[in-house]
């Protein structure tokens, strides 16, 4: 599994696709009222802290006021206000329509220039950027739905500048199926069980589940060229402190590869 020659086949990985996009088409309001509620939170807060301090820390990085991130699998929006506020040009790409829209209504409802932050359609594995176009990719609960995740590693490296950085946050939610209808998964409580079901069975579609994560990211970023990779397993403990109605039983952890000049 750790070869860069990861295989599935296309009629599956199309299937899954299209799974996962009719799921997050039915979760699209819900999830857009708990990212909003999310980044009217003290977690917002904790977020922007880690992550701004993150890009400060890279050299390459930190002189610039205004980065061009592309967040991949931008969901509701909620990267694109974090960052907008920062300052810097965001742009989010999502399979799924619905999100899309719901992304960009977030940024109307906050006000952010539209010109430097928005929202398009685009597939994670295969994104219709040129080479080198980003100082920074940044994406959230997204790898772990990838039929090919490899593929979109080699491709989030390909269009990142010469010291650029990769920034994933991620977990073992497929391991950790069984806690979709657990009293502790507070952030799923209110989806009804026939979602729950839908999600539990994309999750066994998937051939990442049966990865030991993040140790297979670390392995497979530095194959593909990254000249740093540093993972954090105790990111998710600083961010979700409370056990409110943002909090999974999961953990999650943090990657950050640096692609050298």
Known sequence: ?????YIAFEDEADNIK????????????????LRHDEIE???AKRWTSEIDALLKS???LADKKNLNILDVGCGAGFFEIILGRLGHKVTGVDLTEDMINKANEMIRIYGLDADKVKA???????????????????????????PHPI????????????GGLLINFDAEYAKGAHNLKSPENLAHKDIDDALKDECHDIYHMLTISMLDRPDWDLRIL???????????????????????EFYIPDKMFS???YKGR
């Open 1 to 5: 599994m750790g070869e860069l020659h």
């Open 151 to 162: 593929e979109a590693y080699k491709d989030w490296y390909r269009i990142l500048k010469k």
């Open 120 to 146: 398009r359609m685009g597939d994670a594995e295969s994104l219709d950027f040129d080479s080198e176009t980003f100082d920074v990719i940044i994406s959230r609960n997204l790898t772990w739905t990838l």
């Open 255 to 257: 990657i950050k590869a």
């Open 222 to 244: 530095k194959e593909i060229g990254f000249t740093e990779v540093v993972i954090d397993e105790t990111f998710g403990d600083r961010i979700f402190k409370e056990r409110d």
């Open 41 to 43: 939170s003290e977690k």
């Open 18 to 33: 299209e799974k996962v996009e009719s799921y997050w088409t039915k979760r699209a309001e819900g999830f857009f009222e």
């Open 58 to 60: 890279y050299p390459a």
